[in-house]
């Protein structure tokens, strides 16, 4: 069987700054050679007139101790490159491209599917100049340690008359981290530029998700929502853009619960596949992880535009 090898120069140094777990610092990842690759000197990343953004979640089931949705962006023409090389390490590997699961592989203890896995990551830190991660993770205990106007307001109730407007969604965590990662791949479109998602979701969340994409594009308060462009739900099994997607938010969720059982926000770093799968991190924002602190830190953020909120409604 034929192997693929890939080279990467990669330092050592992966920042990890969490937000707030354990009293630590506000945390993201960032690894520096790829950085100054992505990220030129005078602070403005580079951009792509179209953007389409392939995005995966785990931890939405009944018990999850965190829920993470993460995946990757890039160009069209990159993600044409990326899946003719993600085909060929599969087949290499023997793994017809419909049977790859990532959710079930990290879980094997087989040399045979340690080294595709690897080979995969590594195939995605060749491509670090140009397909980026994202990713976004709640506690979900946390989430619920709020109270319900809280949980509404964080979730997409609106204000109208001094008071809260909408459901919102109190009962559904994965609703911060979703918005997260909207709004971050959208700072990265130029004017004039759209991002159109694809999800590799079941049909419980697809239906959700398009009713929050909506949602989003309708409300004049959200970030850059004119770069918001479409939604679509492809079949993971014939999208290997997906399958990457699956790979990094199922390797996060793993990360999550490690960091949560030792209580070691910000000083174990990542290693091992999930260290490459990160090396086309542009900004240390486009990866957060929060809890209860940084929860409140977020209400605190967005309080001036509450009280905008509040002057327009009693203005009408």
Known sequence: MRRVRVSVALSTRVVAVY????????????????????????????????????LDESGIHDGAAVCVVAGYFAGRGQWRKFEKAWRRV?????MPLEEFHAKDL??????KYKEL????????????????????????????????????????????????????SPDKP??????????????????GGKVHFFFGLGHTFSGYALSLFEQAKADKYTPRRECLGDIDFPEAKQTPQLQAADFLVHLSYLYALKMIKYNSWGTIQPTGPLRYALAGTMREEDHVYQ??????????????????????SEST
């Open 174 to 191: 994965y609703y911060i981290p979703f918005q997260h990662c909207l709004k971050r791949v959208t700072e990265y479109a130029p004017v």
């Open 106 to 111: 990290v879980k094997k203890d087989d040399p």
């Open 117 to 168: 896995l690897d080979s995969l990551a590594l195939l995605i830190a060749r491509f670090a100049e140009k397909v980026h991660p994202i990713s976004a993770a709640i506690i979900v205990e946390e989430f619920y340690s709020f109270s319900l106007d809280d949980r509404k307001f964080m979730t997409g109730a609106t204000l109208r008359n001094n008071k809260l407007v909408g459901s919102g």
């Open 291 to 312: 809890n209860r602190r940084a929860l409140e830190q977020t209400i605190t953020k967005g309080m001036p535009e509450f009280y905008k909120r509040i002057q327009e």
């Open 19 to 54: 937000h707030g777990y354990g009293g630590k610092a506000d945390v993201c990842f960032a690894i520096d050679e790829f950085a100054e690759m992505v990220h030129p000197r005078d602070g403005h990343p580079k951009i792509f007139a179209m953007i389409d953004a392939y």
């Open 90 to 94: 599969l087949d290499d590997f023997g």
